[in-house]
């Protein structure tokens, strides 16, 4: 591994982080630790910042003031850090994302060979080893148009696990599913959890986050307004916006 | 009048069809070159070639072919350039097929949806992987159907290059029209003939189309 990377440092950690669209602030000095092993949850509502904010954790956004560190290594415009940062951080998207023109095995081998080099036997035995985990192995020669939504999205979290990072970040992995598919991902994730994985993860699925976060994150506006362990978090909420949104979620 | 018989007619058609395939094809591979060191330009260097390229491209599409055939064939001499028919349709042909398959293989790699980037980049994917592997595969399948519609287009186009006097098959049409005075059967001929060079293009491309998407087993 890299020697920048200091193994003892917080997993990533946020230091009074502003982005700008253009003349909009979309993040306000949002500062937040996340350590080895944790699981965050953000909720908030639309608008809020909360896919801003995680995707410039791995860079697909830029932030114009204060740092981001990934194990030490801060984000900045040096590509080779970039690259670094993003062989450790993972992400799964609201959409899936996968490459339509490649089969589930190739989702899941393109990286580790281009990125890692990693000999084609060995990419995709590591690629059965994952598609088994999310109990997808059978599918492994389908094009992603082949498959329901629920299975894409497990595919595409083995996919990022291909790449063996250090951190999870998901962006709302169930917002686009319907209903009786939302289980067997949200089911993937609590694994993932029970064996220590460093996540953060965006999503209004409060029961996945009584069980699971270590500590919820609430954010309006740009700005982390509230952290706290679920329990006090769903029980007390002590800011007034975290109420109302607490309120107007508990009504649907 | 002179009598002509019709494989007199023919042979003369086809030779003189000869120029417009090879004007086509020099015109296309040099268009797709250009086009390619446009988008290039475009994507390396978006503060200079983000803007060159748009009035490049909107000169070549909002001015009649014609004019811009007009203004390399009688333009370029009285700069002190001597450009020869053949040298004028080459160029001409060229610089507006930059413009058109810049337009749209560049619609072709926007039309990939910003989540194939996003995906891409969070796999430690760099630029030219991300191009290579990701946008290119899926943009060439849907620049398929344009490009050889383009091609057809720019088949057709080259007649207009018989009116600064280039040899191609329109002008060799009207080479056999004034000797023979028959203007439905010449210009019939003609017209089978770009129809036989056009045709299979089009039928190639459905099928080279349908064999790009994936549905089952490669
Ligand atoms: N590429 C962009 N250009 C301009 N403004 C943007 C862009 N992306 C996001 N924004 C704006 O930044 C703000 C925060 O957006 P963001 O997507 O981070 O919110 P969110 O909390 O993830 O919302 P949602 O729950 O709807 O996903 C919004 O007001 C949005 O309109
Ligand atoms: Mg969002």
């Known amino acids: 591994m890299d020697p920048q990377i200091n193994k003892s440092a917080p997993m990533i950690e946020l230091r009074n982080v502003s982005k700008w669209y253009d003349s909009f602030q979309a993040l306000t000095d949002v500062s937040l630790i996340v350590n080895k092993g944790e699981r965050v949850v953000i909720c908030g509502p639309s608008g809020s910042g909360k896919s801003t904010a995680i995707r410039c954790i791995n860079r697909l956004e830029q932030h114009q003031s204060g740092q981001i560190l990934v194990e030490g290594v801060e984000l900045t415009q040096d590509f080779k850090n970039i690259e670094l940062i993003r062989r450790e951080v993972g992400m799964v998207f609201q959409q899936f994302n996968l490459f339509p023109h490649l089969t589930i095995l190739q989702n899941l081998t393109l990286a580790p060979r281009r990125v890692r080099k990693m000999p084609r036997g060995q990419a995709e035995e590591l690629a059965m080893r994952y598609l088994t985990r999310v109990r997808i192995a059978e599918q492994a020669h389908k094009y992603p148009s082949q498959l329901s939504g629920g299975q894409q999205q497990r595919v595409a979290i083995a996919r990022a696990l ?48 009584r069980t699971v976060a270590d500590r919820v994150v609430f954010m309006d506006k740009g700005q982390v307004v509230e952290v706290a362990p679920p329990a006090e978090f769903f029980a007390n909420p002590k800011n007034e916006r975290t109420k109302l949104f607490l309120g107007q979620l508990l009504k649907h | 009048m002179i009598e002509l018989s019709l494989t007199d007619i023919l042979s003369f058609l086809l030779l003189a069809a000869r120029w417009t395939v090879f004007l086509s094809a020099i015109a296309f591979v040099g268009g797709g070159v250009g086009a390619l060191l446009l988008l290039l330009l475009r994507y390396a260097r978006p503060r ?95 620049s398929i159907p344009p ?72």
């Open chain 1, 162 to 209: 291909c790449m063996e990072p250090q951190v999870m970040l998901f962006d709302e992995p169930t917002s686009a599913l319907d209903p009786e598919m939302i289980k067997e991902v949200l089911d993937v994730m609590i694994e993932l959890a029970e064996e220590h994985m460093t996540m953060i993860c965006v999503t209004h699925e409060m029961g996945f986050a």
């Open chain 2, 48 to 142: 200079f070639g983000g803007r060159f390229m748009p009035v490049y491209v909107e000169f070549f599409q909002d001015t009649p072919f014609l004019l811009q055939l007009f203004l390399i064939f009688f333009g370029l001499p009285k700069l002190g350039i001597d450009v020869s028919p053949l040298m004028a349709a080459t160029i001409g042909l060229t610089l507006y097929a930059t413009a058109y398959l810049a337009e749209v293989w560049r619609g072709c790699v926007d039309a990939i949806p910003r989540g194939q980037w996003d995906a891409s980049a969070s796999l430690g994917m760099n630029f030219v992987q991300q191009m290579r592997d990701v946008i290119l595969p899926q943009a060439l399948k849907i």
């Open chain 2, 147 to 218: 490009t050889v519609g383009f091609l057809v287009q720019l088949i057709k186009n080259t007649a207009v290059t018989s009116i600064i006097g280039f040899h191609e098959l329109t002008k060799a049409g009207e080479i056999i029209n004034n000797a023979t005075f028959q203007p439905f059967i010449t210009y019939s001929i003609v017209s089978l003939i770009y129809f036989a060079i056009c045709y299979p293009l089009t039928h190639w491309s459905r099928r080279l189309e349908r064999r790009l998407t994936p549905t089952g087993h490669r």
